[in-house]
């Protein structure tokens, strides 16, 4: 018998008993692992599982088979990675109208183009300051550590020949590329866009094009009388319900493609790339965790006064989804979602900032080109 049940109603109420008072602790016992069990299954949880699955397997099946078995190969070319990309492309596939549709609602919403200067000030000098930040500690890695040389010759002529041709046509087409009049006329051209159709009908829309577009719509929409602009608010907060609910959906099958994604990967190269870059790989990952435990935890508790674990708690399936995808236009969905659900962001601020920093504020890639070049 629980201590404090004197066998009415109100004293069952309170210890969570709902029928008969011997079984109470029982009740209570399966209540707290049905808890459990929900906290476990939590969409972050089953993330994080299928990606530690996934590379398990792959490392597993790379060791025991080797990643240029043809069963390896089989498992990698029908399965997992037609799989992996599916996600991806389901991801991307909702970025354009979601973030078109957020920023034009999101926006208008604000009613004072003054404000919205000011967000696009701070945006614009937080992103400078933390980009060069990160390029400042991938460079200081670099020529403290010195990667480049702990490689040993003949792996790096085995890497040459690998990979050799693959960076030989990327350099190619960089040197073809037309330089710009000026500096001026790149701005014009990286922001502004002629057709901003064409800037998102190919494989890979251009973000800043279509962020400039729909910047441009919202203030027109915020001069023009509420009576005139509600159905068109109406139609691109309709769109914005869909795609977020689309992503849902897809978010839900997210554990079963991590898996596949670090699986083809992992079954392909295993440990071996990782051994023959280990001092590569461990100056960028050294970079990356000063830069993220360091700077990132600096920048949040002065700027937004939450503790930084706490911050990284909320924002954890946004973190999974960028490790085992890569990109952060298919993040950027998952992203959203979580700055206003979990961070209480308003949707004006962070479909603007976020669509910005997806494109122009990639630290991680600013580090990790400092010390590929070094």
């Known amino acids: 018998m629980e201590a404090g049940y004197n066998g009415d109603i109100e004293s069952r109420n309170k210890l969570g008993i709902r029928r008969y008072p011997i079984r109470g602790m029982r009740v209570i016992r399966g209540y707290f692992k049905l808890q459990i069990v929900k906290i476990t299954c939590m969409l972050h949880s089953r993330i994080l599982l299928g990606l530690i699955v996934g ?28 799989v992996g990309e599916l996600f991806l492309r389901l991801l991307l596939m909702t970025v354009v109208p979601l973030v078109f549709s957020s920023l034009v609602v999101g926006i208008s919403g604000v009613g004072d183009i003054r404000k919205l200067g000011r967000i696009g000030l701070k945006c614009f000098v937080y992103t400078v300051v933390i980009s060069a930040i990160s390029v400042v500690i991938g460079i200081s890695l670099a020529n403290l550590v010195r990667p480049g040389q702990r490689i040993e010759p003949g792996t790096a002529q085995a890497l040459v020949e690998r990979y050799g041709a693959d960076a030989g046509r990327r350099v190619q087409a960089a040197a073809q590329t037309q330089p710009q009049p000026s500096a001026l006329m790149q701005v014009v051209r990286t922001l502004v866009p002629s057709n901003p159709i064409a800037a998102v009908a190919s494989d890979t829309p251009n973000m800043l094009h279509l962020m400039f577009f ?21 139609a691109f907060d309709a769109l914005f319900q869909v795609s977020a609910k689309i992503i849902d959906m897809v978010m839900w099958v997210a554990p079963y493609t991590v898996a596949c994604l670090l699986f083809t990967t992992t079954a392909r190269f295993g440990f071996e790339l990782l051994v023959a870059l280990a001092w590569f790989v461990a100056t960028v990952l050294a970079g990356l965790a000063l830069h993220m435990f360091g700077v990132y935890s600096l920048s949040v508790a002065w700027l937004s006064r939450i503790p930084p674990l706490e911050f990284f708690r909320r924002i954890r399936t946004a973190m999974l989804t960028a490790f085992s995808t890569s990109s952060s236009n298919a993040t950027l969905p ?17 479909t603007f900032v976020l669509t910005v920093g997806a494109t122009a504020n990639q630290n991680g890639t600013a580090l990790y080109e400092g010390v590929t070049v070094l």
């Open 55 to 82: 590379a398990a397997a792959g490392v597993a099946v790379n060791t025991i088979w080797g990643g240029a078995n043809p069963r390896v190969e089989w498992i990698v070319f029908q399965i997992t990675e037609p």
């Open 214 to 234: 729909a910047v441009v719509l919202a203030i027109a929409i915020t001069l023009l009388p509420a009576t005139a602009t509600a159905p068109l608010i109406q």
């Open 334 to 350: 998952t992203a959203l979602r979580v700055s206003e659900e979990n961070l209480g962001v308003p949707r004006e601020i962070n």
